[in-house]
């Protein structure tokens, strides 16, 4: 990944490494590598069940998208779909 920073076990955009270095940690007493080693813990309990998540919106969308199929046009019967 182009542009980034190794920071951890976690790539970081530099641009937004960059914005939490130098515009939004300073003057607030959090030191960098705690707020980068509490980010990374966050993301690393946090990605399985967003991975889980972004299944079940795939699954979702998946259904929205085949019911347009099946009823394309201006003339769906509206009461249908918002039972859907």
Not at 19 to 28: H, I, K, R
Not at 45 to 60: M, S
Not at 68 to 83: F, L, R, S, V
Request: charged letters at 25%.
């Amino acid at each position: 990944m182009s542009g980034c920073v190794r920071v951890g076990g976690l790539q970081v955009a530099k641009v937004l490494y960059d914005f939490v270095q130098n515009e939004a940690l300073p003057g607030t007493g959090v030191d960098p590598e705690k707020f980068w080693s509490g980010a990374e813990s966050v993301i690393t309990d946090l990605a399985p069940k967003n991975k889980t998540l972004v299944g079940v919106r795939d699954e979702i969308q998946g259904k929205v998208d085949a019911w347009h199929g099946e009823h394309a046009g201006p003339d769906y019967d509206k009461a249908e779909y918002k039972a859907f």
